[in-house]
C-alpha cells in the first residue's frame, strides 16, 4: 500500500500585480508510458496539472492495480479533472487485483466542472466497491466517452461499470460492457436524474442488477443506436428500466431476464415515453409470480412509440407476453409475434389508448385455464386495429376465451380494414363486442 498522498491538483498562477495571462496547456502532446501502475498514476497526476491531453498505453500490457491511489481513496487512479483521453492498443487491460486481500476500490472517478475522461481501445474489469460506479464515477459535470472499449467484471452498488451523477454526459461508441454488476440498479449504467446516456454500435451483456435495471437504469435521457441489449438480469427491467425518455434506433433488445414480481423482461418504463424504430425486442423473459411485460412494460403512465420493429418471442407468466401499456401505445408496420402470457393479453394487454397500424398479431398465446386474449386484451380505454392482421393466435387452457381479441366489458374495440382470422378457440370474445369481427 503506497502511503504517499496525492494532490493532484491544478497548478496554481501567482502574480505580483500583473494580468494572468492563460497558459498553452503543456500536455497537450501524446505522451507514452510503459507497462507500469505507478508510472500511469504519475502520468494522470500530470495531465491533471497541465490542463489534460493523451496518454498512450503499452500494447498488450495488463496493468494490475494491487491497491487504491491512495490510502483510504476508493479510486485506483488520481481522480480525473480535467480533460484526459487513455489510448490503448491490441489487448491493454487495466484491472483491480482479484487476490485475496486486495482493497475495494473502482477504478476511476470523473469529476466536474471540466473532468472529462476518454476511454479507446481499453478493457477496464474488476472494479469492485460498496458504492457508486465499480469501474468509473462520474460526478456532477463530468463526462466520459467509451470508444472500441470494454467494462467488464466490475460491481458497484449503482452502477457495475459506470454512474452518472448531477447532470453528467455518457457516450458508449463500438464497445462491450459485459458481466458487470449493479447490487441495486443498472448492472451496466446508472444515469441519475438529469444525465444523458447514448449508445452507439456496442453492446451491453450478461450484466445483472438486484433491483431494477440489468443492463441500464436510468432517470435521465437514453438513446441507443445499433446497439445490442442481451442476455442481461435484473429484478425488474431486464435489460432496461428507465424513467425518462428512451429512444431504440436499429438496435435489439434480446434474451433478457426480469426475476421477480414487478416484470418488464426487455424494458421498464415508469412514466417514461419509449420509442421503438427498427428494433428487435425478442425473447426477453418476466418469470417472477404474477409478473407482466415480457418484452416491454409500462408500469404507468408512458407512452410506447413503435415503427417497424418487431416484438417476437417474449413471455411473462401473467399479463401481456410481448406488451403492457397502461396507457399509451402506438404501433405502426410492426409486428408482435409469439409472445406468451400466463392469463391474458398473449401479444399486447391494453389499458389505455391503442393504435395498431398496418401491424401484425401473429401466433401469440395465453396458456391458462380462463386465459383471454390470445392476440390482444383490452382492459379498458380504446384499442384501433387499422389495415391490419390478428391471425393464428390462440387463448389455450381450459376455457380460455377471445384467441385473437378480447375485448373487457367497458373497453372498446375498433376494427378498420383488419383481418382476424384462424385464431383459436375464437376470433373475438365476448360474442359481438368488436363490431365487425365474425367468429
Not at 473532468?115 to 456532477?140: C, D, K, P, Q, W
Not at 438496435?251 to 421477480?260: F, I, L, P
Not at 397502461?326 to 400466463?342: F, M
Amino acid at each position: 500500500m503506497r502511503l504517499v498522498a496525492r494532490t493532484g491538483g491544478a497548478v496554481a498562477a501567482l502574480s505580483l500585480g500583473l494580468a494572468v495571462v492563460p497558459a498553452i496547456p503543456a500536455y497537450a502532446a501524446v505522451v507514452h508510458v510503459g507497462c507500469d501502475v505507478e508510472e500511469l498514476r504519475d502520468a494522470i497526476d500530470t495531465a491533471n496539472g497541465t490542463g489534460g491531453g493523451t496518454i498512450d498505453l503499452a500494447p498488450k500490457c495488463t496493468y494490475t492495480l494491487t491497491d487504491a491511489n491512495t490510502v483510504g481513496s476508493n479510486n485506483g487512479f488520481p481522480t480525473i479533472t480535467t480533460d484526459i483521453t487513455l489510448k490503448g492498443g491490441k489487448h491493454t487491460v487495466i484491472e483491480r487485483s482479484t487476490a485475496p486481500g486486495t482493497p475495494q476500490f473502482r477504478i476511476f472517478e470523473v469529476t466536474g466542472p471540466n473532468g472529462e475522461l476518454t476511454l479507446n481501445r481499453l478493457t477496464l474489469r474488476n472494479g469492485s466497491i460498496n458504492s457508486f460506479g465499480g469501474a468509473v464515477l462520474v460526478g456532477s459535470g463530468a463526462k466520459l466517452a467509451v470508444n472500441s472499449s470494454k467494462l467488464t467484471d466490475n460491481h458497484g452498488t449503482f452502477g457495475g461499470a459506470v454512474i452518472l451523477l448531477n447532470g453528467a454526459d455518457l457516450a458508449v461508441n463500438s464497445s462491450e460492457l459485459t458481466d458487470n454488476h449493479g447490487t441495486r440498479q443498472g448492472g451496466a449504467i446508472n444515469g441519475q436524474s438529469g444525465s444523458t446516456v447514448t449508445v452507439t454500435s456496442s453492446e451491453l451483456e450478461k450484466n445483472t442488477a438486484s433491483s431494477a435495471g440489468g443492463g441500464i437504469s436510468s432517470l435521465g435521457t437514453v438513446t441507443l443506436t445499433r446497439t445490442e441489449v442481451g442476455k442481461n438480469t435484473a429484478g425488474f427491467g431486464g435489460g432496461v428500466a428507465v424513467s425518462g425518455p428512451v429512444t431504440f434506433s436499429h438496435s435489439k433488445v434480446n434474451g433478457n431476464t426480469a426475476t421477480d414480481s414487478t416484470g418488464g423482461g426487455g424494458v421498464y418504463l415508469i412514466g417514461a415515453t419509449g420509442t421503438f424504430e427498427s428494433t428487435y425486442v425478442s425473447r426477453n423473459k418476466a418469470t417472477g409470480t404474477g409478473a407482466d411485460g415480457g418484452g416491454i412494460l409500462d408500469f404507468g403512465s408512458s407512452i410506447i412509440n413503435l415503427r417497424s420493429s418487431w416484438v417476437i418471442g417474449n413471455s411473462a407468466t401473467d399479463q401481456g407476453g410481448g406488451i403492457l401499456s397502461r396507457q399509451e401505445l402506438n404501433v405502426r408496420k410492426s409486428t408482435v409475434q409469439d409472445n406468451i402470457a400466463g392469463s391474458q393479453g398473449g401479444g399486447v394487454w391494453s389499458g389505455g389508448t391503442t393504435s395498431l397500424d398496418g401491424t401484425e398479431l401473429k401466433g401469440n398465446r395465453t396458456t391458462a385455464a380462463g386465459s383471454l386474449g390470445g392476440g390482444l386484451f383490452t382492459n379498458s380505454g380504446a384499442a384501433t386495429l387499422n389495415r391490419s392482421k390478428v391471425i393464428k393466435n390462440r387463448a389455450d387452457g381450459a376455457s380460455g376465451n377471445g384467441g385473437g381479441i378480447y375485448e373487457q366489458p367497458g373497453s372498446t374495440v375498433m376494427i378498420d380494414r383488419t383481418k382476424v382470422a384462424n385464431n383459436h378457440p375464437n376470433q373475438c370474445a365476448p360474442t359481438g363486442a368488436v363490431t365487425g369481427c365474425v367468429n
